[in-house]
């Protein structure tokens, strides 16, 4: 059974749209993260959550928002997409220095 | 800041030879972490192995091993007999001792092993 769950796989929207990136783990991590990965540049950290809080944010924009509904959850919200958001979209939890990584979401935006 | 930088953009080896990759990093901090990760041709990103900063020993797991040269802020992984589902892409990471940071990752290097 997958232990991370990121929903959808793939996703297309318009420029402009809204959407939001679903993860949940089931390892019983306290830590959860979000990297983006777009065509050649390095994984690219942008958040870190411990017990739903924020702990770190890396990401200038604000028009990205992690939503913490419950332990194990760290969605992605983004809005007012752009093309340059089109990219893979990891989830991430760890318990201690080791990440482990969701399948990703892959964004395309027109 | 912290900075990875892996040189080595793609390698090609023979099945069951030994592939050396490359990763320096730059950090202020004393104490910090580092570890190597390998992505799958399917995207799937998977840990492999770790070093802590104030370990001296090289980490070993299964067929995969550690060159940390402390002094050069290098951390090699080695490959010993290589399998054809070793190709992927392995990408290099460091964390300082702040365990709210997130890791900062290398461009990577793709490795293409053949028959």
């Known amino acids: 059974d997958p232990k991370i769950i990121q929903k959808p796989k793939y996703l297309v929207a318009v420029t402009g749209s809204e959407k939001i990136l679903i993860c949940e783990q089931y390892?019983?991590?306290?830590?959860m993260y979000w990297y983006r990965q777009s065509a050649k540049k390095p994984l690219e950290f942008m958040f870190s959550?411990?017990?739903?809080?924020?702990?770190d944010n890396q990401t200038a924009s604000s028009r990205f928002q992690p939503q913490s509904s419950k332990k194990n959850h760290l969605d992605l919200q983004i809005t007012a997409l752009k093309p340059d958001d089109s990219a893979t979209y990891f989830c991430?939890?760890?318990?201690?220095?080791?990440?482990?990584f969701g399948p990703g979401t892959r964004l395309t935006v027109l | 800041a912290q900075k990875v930088t892996q040189t080595q953009t793609s390698i090609s080896v023979m099945e069951k030879t030994t592939v050396t990759m490359d990763c320096v990093y730059e950090t202020q901090d004393s104490s910090y972490f580092l570890f190597w990760y390998k992505q799958t041709a399917s995207g799937e990103i998977v840990f492999l192995i770790r070093q802590d900063s104030y370990k001296k020993e090289n980490a070993t797991v299964g067929h995969y091993s550690l060159n940390f040269q402390k002094p050069k802020s290098s951390i090699g992984l080695i490959i010993t007999a290589t399998q054809i589902e070793d190709s992927a892409v392995y990408f290099c990471?460091?964390?300082?001792?702040?365990?709210?940071?997130?890791?900062?990752f290398g461009l990577g290097t793709r490795v293409s092993v053949f028959p």
């Open positions: 959550y411990s017990y739903q809080k924020l702990m």
């Open positions: 990471a460091m964390r300082e001792n702040n365990y709210a940071q997130g890791l900062t």
């Open positions: 991430a939890s760890s318990d201690d220095e080791i990440l482990y």
């Open positions: 390892l019983g991590h306290n830590a």
